[in-house]
């Protein structure tokens, strides 16, 4: 995954267009002050993803839920649908 790295100060001189390539790259960007890292910047859909990523790995450390969800997922597939138990987060 490429990843551009910007100063502080060129993300704050160029803001509108820093948005504009974090949306149409989906390339994150680390924002350094003082050479060093200090902040990191992604399009939404890159953060959802991500987010969602993490989720999945969180549930799959419940073996219950991960069945749960496999089924659900299987269900789905089929043109079928299955409540899932409320979320324990």
Do not use: N, W
């Not at 820093?18 to 992604?42: M, N, Q």
């Not at 549930?59 to 839920?65: K, M, Q, R, S």
């Amino acid at each position: 995954m490429t990843i551009k790295i910007l100063p502080a100060s060129d993300v704050r001189s160029h803001f509108s267009s820093v948005l504009k390539s974090l949306h149409k790259e989906h390339v994150p960007c680390f924002v350094t002050k003082s050479g060093r890292a200090v902040a990191a910047l992604l399009s939404m859909e890159l953060y959802e993803q991500l987010m969602s990523d993490l989720e999945d790995r969180l549930d799959e450390t419940d073996e219950e839920l991960a069945q749960e969800v496999a089924e659900a997922r299987r269900d789905y597939r089929a043109g079928r649908s299955k409540a899932l138990r409320p979320s324990r987060r």
